[in-house]
């Protein structure tokens, strides 16, 4: 049975990965992201005091947002961050162990491949989602030639995605997409126009949900 998680993933058509070098940023950012209508939102490990990040957010919104950690590499790191509150992991690879620990919480596992062999074994090992990463490296034809023989699997690229070509990706196959530093405009993100910043990142949003694509 699908996990109900992965629908509303699927449902939000867009999650902002926030990879920052501070955590005021990530969580400026983040406030961006929800006031602009994003119903989920990944950090990355790399972030400064990630997990506080992750436990600040959670307190603020509660379960009106799904809250995820990406760049995890294995199972020690994925039993922190759901002992923090995700509702999802993220693997840049075959971080296969943290499909267990992610499955006895009640969460999801999101594991990166790139090639069909890597696809089959994120099948295998039961994963919620295949992350195809990094994306723009086979750009959408590639995910169009795995969404050809894997045809009922969940994926989601990410990496080098941008409002230019979400679009190519999800008629390519992918069921929902990871949008890195290209969702911010790094001007505007520096000089903290937040009303700039939810404009622009608004409309991305609505755009990938048709509404002005």
């Given at each position: 049975?699908?996990?109900?998680?992965?629908?509303q993933?699927?449902?939000t058509?867009?999650?902002?990965?926030?990879?920052?070098?501070d955590?005021?940023?990530?969580?400026?950012?983040?406030d961006?992201?929800?006031?602009?209508g994003?119903?989920?939102?990944?950090?990355?490990?790399?972030?400064?005091?990630?997990?506080?990040?992750?436990?600040?957010?959670?307190k603020?919104?509660?379960?009106?947002?799904?809250?995820?950690?990406?760049?995890?590499?294995?199972?020690d790191?994925?039993?922190a961050v759901?002992?923090a509150?995700?509702?999802?992991l993220?693997?840049?690879?075959?971080a296969?162990?943290m499909?267990?620990?992610?499955?006895?919480?009640g969460?999801?596992?999101?594991?990166?491949?790139?090639?069909?062999?890597?696809?089959?074994?994120?099948?295998?090992?039961?994963?919620?989602?295949?992350?195809?990463f990094?994306?723009?490296t086979g750009?959408p034809a590639?995910?169009?030639?795995?969404?050809?023989?894997?045809s009922?699997?969940?994926?989601?690229?990410?990496?080098?995605?941008?409002?230019?070509?979400?679009?190519?990706?999800?008629?390519?196959?992918?069921?929902f997409?990871?949008?890195?530093?290209?969702?911010?405009?790094?001007?505007?993100?520096?000089?903290r126009?937040?009303?700039?910043?939810?404009?622009?990142?608004?409309s991305?949003?609505?755009?990938?949900?048709?509404?002005?694509?």
């Amino acid at each position: 049975m699908t996990n109900p998680l992965t629908t509303q993933l699927i449902q939000t058509r867009v999650v902002p990965v926030l990879r920052y070098t501070d955590a005021e940023t990530a969580l400026y950012a983040a406030d961006i992201a929800v006031r602009a209508g994003f119903e989920a939102i990944e950090l990355t490990w790399t972030i400064p005091d990630v997990l506080d990040v992750l436990q600040t957010l959670r307190k603020q919104h509660g379960t009106s947002i799904l809250l995820g950690v990406g760049t995890l590499m294995n199972a020690d790191q994925a039993r922190a961050v759901l002992n923090a509150g995700a509702d999802f992991l993220v693997s840049p690879g075959l971080a296969t162990d943290m499909v267990a620990p992610a499955h006895e919480a009640g969460k999801l596992c999101l594991v990166g491949a790139f090639t069909p062999s890597e696809v089959m074994a994120a099948i295998r090992a039961e994963a919620d989602v295949v992350k195809i990463f990094p994306a723009d490296t086979g750009g959408p034809a590639h995910l169009a030639a795995l969404r050809a023989v894997f045809s009922s699997t969940v994926f989601c690229p990410t990496g080098g995605l941008s409002a230019k070509n979400m679009h190519d990706y999800f008629q390519a196959g992918a069921s929902f997409v990871g949008i890195g530093s290209s969702l911010y405009d790094k001007k505007a993100l520096a000089a903290r126009d937040t009303d700039g910043l939810l404009a622009s990142v608004r409309s991305i949003r609505e755009a990938a949900h048709g509404k002005h694509a």
